[in-house]
């Protein structure tokens, strides 16, 4: 039985995975649409030029000319037939592409530096709304237009990928993306230490442990001047050498501390002993 935190952080990367999926779709889908809209433009232009080059009447050229001015799409291709149509069309696929391709390195999150600078609604700070709202203008800038079918699903995908992202930024808002981090385990792995034994608190006892050890050493081994050292090894002279004998005996007596012989016992097992003249009226 894994604990509730070990799913959310399998979910949370299951999103994540979905995500980088229909990135990595519509990346390819959109390159996919802008090489058909060249080659459709392409085939516009030919077969424009072929019609005011053609030796047939004026009437049937002017026909011709009419019906695709009247197009609102050139056939075959999502550009419209509008002045600068073909430029705005290839800048938006341009556009699109460079989108999924930075929301692609945002769910990997490299370079986070570069996103908690520059783009920091995308790193590590902010949760996944703002992440799931680039989703889904995406996936209604790609429907909005009349695409293939690969091209449809894979924006289909992707807006519902970016729905599901703004429902999980809603729920656990900025903290998403450190409980779905890797490296988070390892930071809660440093905290998992007992704050509390038999009902008592010991975080007090581990703060003032953790905060004399530091201390200690430096005082043992650095961040003192000379005389107190030389004060200091006075002073362990003045200990050495007393050990557990007479001696020291002697110095905590003056001292004022008192060693108190500790009494005698014998093992439960062992025979009680009797006094030696009870024993030789015995005998007489």
Known sequence: MLPPRAYTFIGLNGVRILSII???????????????????????????????????????????TLQMSDMDYIPGSTVPSQPAGAFWAVLNRLLIIGQAIVLIMSEFGWPASFFNRYFPVLGKDFGLGALGVMQCLIGAAILSHHVDTFTLVAAFFLFSVGCLNILVGLIWRQSAKSKRSVTSWR??????????????????????????????VSNMWG???????SSRAGSAKSHAGLGFGRQGEKAAGLKGYLISKPIESLPRYAA?????????????
């Open 22 to 64: 229909a990135l990595t779709l519509v990346f390819a889908s959109n390159i996919v649409t802008l090489v058909h809209d060249i080659q459709a433009v392409n085939r516009f232009i030919t077969a424009g030029k072929l019609a005011s080059n053609s030796t047939t009447d004026a009437t049937t050229n002017a026909n011709s």
């Open 187 to 216: 930071e809660h792995a440093k905290s998992a230490l007992p704050t509390h034994v038999a009902g008592v608190d010991v975080r007090p006892a581990m703060n003032a442990a953790s905060s004399a050890a530091p201390s200690f």
């Open 223 to 229: 961040g003192s001047d000379d005389k107190t050292r």
């Open 272 to 284: 009680k002993t009797t006094p030696t003249g009870s024993t030789d009226a015995t005998v007489v």
